[in-house]
Every structure is written in structure tokens, then in C-alpha cells.
């Protein structure tokens, strides 16, 4: 059967490959796959399963039900100080970001995206047309005026920031995103910004750029927060005139988020989940304490990974292969760059885990750097 072009564009991802390999082998350390390792909350999951026997399971309106709505808006302002004019329920953020790029980008248009980036930034944009422009953020993942200019092309129409980001774990700081809104401003950029790990934050909280620009679509989700990634809950705010368009593609293609669900997101909303931040930020200290004097690695502020450079001079997907050689998961940078310089560690998972992996990754480590000392 023929495949079209556009879908030749798209390149694998990365991740889903570690994903399958770890699905194959036997009992493998697997620290790849970026999703918390907690499970959705009892109560969540009581307000689902009422949800359906209360027979909420036809469609909602494309944008979703209107409490959800509202208490999506509620919440961003009490973070961002900014109340958005509308939102719209997504099939998860990757659904947004997919109504998103498909709203504001013309074939002929470019994002301009940070490098690393997630994995799906890429593949959507070559999807619609053109492949992303980048800006480096290497090697310390930090936004400047001039790592933005010299990504900038004369297509550009969009700049998206991800903020905590994956795979880096950065927080961005006020000043970077006063320098990403004095950027747009100049040269007349829309922003999208994926907030989806907002509330995995550990040195402070998480400021938006929401807070210094208007021209924004903000992207957020349930799925990391409460431990619900396969229920594919996310949602869109932003300019009015943006949220309608975004609806009119949802009613062609996800149509709605799923009905149930939704009712269920709004009591998951009413939780404290501090005691499952403050869990995650001692795994963040554990494995970073066991890994900064062999390993090259930025300090994440949030989300729940590390990003290293391979040790010893290697490559990533040598120091991979090495890796997978020691049943060890880890995902080789190149799902998330141009470059082929560092790989992905998520520490959501359970300390034992985190320490089985923290030891693999330091004899590797210790044995590239051997072996680099010897030539």
C-alpha cells in the first residue's frame, strides 16, 4: 500500500522503542520511560468508575464540560495571575499541541523549538510541512536573546517554550522568559507553551510565561500531576479567536476528551499532591547525589528527569548499547536533539530501582572514563 509523504516524515520514537525493548527482556532496570510511577488516586478513580455507572459516557461538548472548563481556568490564573479568555479540553497535551500547531501554522509556516526538545515538537511540525527551526540551548539548557536569534528563519510564525522541560528537567527563569516575550514581541510570534509538569517542581515555583507576553497558548495536562497518562486529559487556553479554531479541528478529529473522564479530572483537581512532589523531589536528589561526580549533568528544578552527557567521550547510542548490554534502560539523546552527546534517566520509580540504576550507571561511567584515560 502506498504511504503518503507526510507520514514519512514522522521518525519513530525513541522512547516507544526503549518502551518495546523493555517489554522483551527480563526483568530490566528501566529508567526511560517518562511517566510517575504512582498510581491515579483512590478517589480519582471512584469518581471515574461513578462517572460511568452514572451513564456519563456519551459526548461532551467538543470543548468539554463546562465545570472542567472553568476550574481549568481558575487554576491558571491563581498560578500565573493572567485568567486566559478561553480553554478547551484536549486528548491529552500531545492532542493540544496537535490542534495547536494545526491552527497557527500554515504549511509554509516554522516553530521555532528548543534543542532538546520532546520528541513530538519535531515530528508535528514536519507532519504539517516544514521541519522545526531550533534554538541550542546546549550544554546548559538555559534560553538566551542570542541562542534565540540565531534559530530564528524568516518562516518562523511560532516559538514554543516547554517549561519544566522534558528531557532536561529546566525550569526556566523569570529573566529567560522575559527574554523569550521581548523575542516574540520583535519579531511578531505567537507562543506555546507546554506546561504539562508544572507541578513537579522543586526549588520554587514554576513562573509562565503567561505572566509577560499575551499573544500565548498555554498547554497543560492531567496525566503527570495525578498519575493518569493513559487517560489522555489535557487542555488548551489561551486567546479566544486561537480556542475556536482549536475546536472546530477537535470536532473533526478527537471530537471530545473522554466524557467520563472529564468528571473525574475535576475532584482530582481538589487534591494536595505536595506529599508526591516533596517524594519525587528526594528521588531527584538521590540519583543526581549518586550520579554528579561521574556523570556531566545540568541539575534538573522539575520534571522528573536527567539529561547526562555519555561519559568518556562516547557517543549516546554506543553508551546506550552499552547500557541495554547491562539490562539497563536509558533513552539515547538523539530522540530529543540533533545532537548525539547525552541520553535521557527518568528517576520516577521506586528508590529500589533508583538505586539498581544509579549503581549501573556509575560503572559505566567509571569504565568509559577508563577507558578514555587509556588512549
Given at each position: 500500500?502506498?504511504?503518503?509523504?507526510?507520514?514519512?516524515?514522522?521518525?519513530?520514537?525513541?522512547?516507544?522503542?526503549?518502551?518495546?525493548?523493555?517489554?522483551?527482556?527480563?526483568?530490566?532496570?528501566?529508567?526511560?520511560?517518562?511517566?510517575?510511577?504512582?498510581?491515579?488516586?483512590?478517589?480519582?478513580?471512584?469518581?471515574?468508575?461513578?462517572?460511568?455507572?452514572?451513564?456519563?459516557?456519551?459526548?461532551?461538548?467538543?470543548?468539554?464540560?463546562?465545570?472542567?472548563?472553568?476550574?481549568?481556568?481558575?487554576?491558571?490564573?491563581?498560578?500565573?495571575?493572567?485568567?486566559?479568555?478561553?480553554?478547551?479540553?484536549?486528548?491529552?497535551?500531545?492532542?493540544?499541541?496537535?490542534?495547536?500547531?494545526?491552527?497557527?501554522?500554515?504549511?509554509?509556516?516554522?516553530?521555532?523549538?528548543?534543542?532538546?526538545?520532546?520528541?513530538?515538537?519535531?515530528?508535528?511540525?514536519?507532519?504539517?510541512?516544514?521541519?522545526?527551526?531550533?534554538?541550542?540551548?546546549?550544554?546548559?539548557?538555559?534560553?538566551?536573546?542570542?541562542?534565540?536569534?540565531?534559530g530564528m528563519r524568516e518562516d518562523v510564525r511560532?516559538?514554543?517554550?516547554?517549561?519544566?522541560?522534558?528531557?532536561?528537567?529546566?525550569?526556566?527563569?523569570?529573566?529567560?522568559?522575559?527574554?523569550?516575550?521581548?523575542?516574540?514581541?520583535r519579531h511578531d510570534l505567537v507562543i506555546v507553551?507546554?506546561?504539562?509538569?508544572?507541578?513537579?517542581?522543586?526549588?520554587?515555583?514554576?513562573?509562565?510565561?503567561?505572566?509577560?507576553?499575551?499573544?500565548?497558548?498555554?498547554?497543560?495536562?492531567?496525566?503527570?500531576?495525578?498519575?493518569?497518562?493513559?487517560?489522555?486529559?489535557?487542555?488548551?487556553?489561551?486567546?479566544?479567536?486561537?480556542?475556536?479554531?482549536m475546536r472546530a479541528l477537535q470536532q473533526v478529529?478527537?471530537?471530545?476528551?473522554?466524557?467520563?473522564?472529564?468528571?473525574?479530572?475535576?475532584?482530582?483537581?481538589?487534591?494536595?499532591?505536595?506529599?508526591?512532589?516533596?517524594?519525587?523531589?528526594?528521588?531527584?536528589?538521590?540519583?543526581?547525589?549518586?550520579?554528579?561526580?561521574?556523570?556531566?549533568?545540568?541539575?534538573?528544578?522539575?520534571?522528573?528527569?536527567?539529561?547526562?552527557?555519555?561519559?568518556?567521550?562516547?557517543?549516546?547510542?554506543?553508551?546506550?548499547?552499552?547500557?541495554?548490554?547491562?539490562?539497563?534502560?536509558?533513552?539515547?539523546?538523539?530522540?530529543?536533539?540533533?545532537?548525539?552527546?547525552?541520553?535521557?534517566?527518568?528517576?520516577?520509580?521506586?528508590?529500589?530501582?533508583?538505586?539498581?540504576?544509579?549503581?549501573?550507571?556509575?560503572?559505566?561511567?567509571?569504565?568509559?572514563?577508563?577507558?578514555?584515560?587509556?588512549?
Amino acid at each position: 500500500m502506498r504511504i503518503s509523504n507526510r507520514a514519512s516524515r514522522v521518525q519513530a520514537s525513541g522512547i516507544r522503542r526503549m518502551f518495546d525493548l523493555g517489554a522483551r527482556l527480563k526483568d530490566p532496570v528501566d529508567l526511560s520511560i517518562g511517566q510517575p510511577h504512582f498510581p491515579v488516586p483512590d478517589s480519582v478513580k471512584e469518581a471515574a468508575v461513578r462517572a460511568i455507572r452514572d451513564d456519563r459516557n456519551r459526548y461532551t461538548v467538543t470543548q468539554g464540560i463546562p465545570a472542567l472548563n472553568e476550574a481549568v481556568l481558575d487554576g491558571i490564573e491563581r498560578r500565573t495571575g493572567v485568567r486566559p479568555e478561553s480553554s478547551l479540553v484536549t486528548a491529552g497535551v500531545a492532542g493540544g499541541l496537535t490542534l495547536g500547531f494545526l491552527a497557527l501554522l500554515d504549511e509554509s509556516d516554522r516553530a521555532l523549538i528548543p534543542d532538546p526538545y520532546f520528541v513530538c515538537y519535531r515530528n508535528l511540525g514536519a507532519l504539517l510541512g516544514r521541519e522545526p527551526a531550533c534554538y541550542d540551548t546546549y550544554p546548559d539548557f538555559r534560553i538566551t536573546e542570542e541562542r534565540l536569534e540565531a534559530g530564528m528563519r524568516e518562516d518562523v510564525r511560532l516559538l514554543l517554550v516547554n517549561s519544566p522541560s522534558n528531557p532536561t528537567g529546566r525550569v526556566l527563569t523569570v529573566e529567560e522568559l522575559k527574554i523569550c516575550a521581548s523575542f516574540a514581541r520583535r519579531h511578531d510570534l505567537v507562543i506555546v507553551t507546554d506546561e504539562i509538569y508544572d507541578a513537579f517542581a522543586y526549588d520554587g515555583p514554576v513562573p509562565s510565561i503567561l505572566s509577560y507576553y499575551d499573544q500565548v497558548l498555554f498547554l497543560g495536562g492531567f496525566g503527570k500531576t495525578y498519575g493518569m497518562p493513559g487517560w489522555r486529559l489535557g487542555y488548551a487556553a489561551g486567546p479566544e479567536d486561537v480556542i475556536e479554531r482549536m475546536r472546530a479541528l477537535q470536532q473533526v478529529s478527537f471530537v471530545c476528551a473522554p466524557a467520563p473522564l472529564q468528571h473525574a479530572a475535576l475532584v482530582a483537581l481538589e487534591l494536595d499532591m505536595k506529599p508526591y512532589v516533596d517524594a519525587y523531589r528526594q528521588k531527584r536528589d538521590r540519583i543526581f547525589d549518586g550520579l554528579k561526580d561521574v556523570l556531566d549533568i545540568v541539575r534538573p528544578d522539575g520534571a522528573f528527569y536527567l539529561f547526562p552527557r555519555a561519559p568518556g567521550g562516547l557517543d549516546s547510542d554506543t553508551f546506550v548499547d552499552r547500557c541495554v548490554a547491562k539490562n539497563l534502560l536509558v533513552v539515547p539523546g538523539v530522540a530529543f536533539s540533533h545532537a548525539r552527546t547525552h541520553f535521557r534517566v527518568s528517576f520516577a520509580l521506586e528508590d529500589a530501582v533508583l538505586d539498581q540504576g544509579t549503581a549501573l550507571l556509575r560503572k559505566l561511567a567509571e569504565d568509559a572514563a577508563s577507558e578514555a584515560a587509556e588512549v
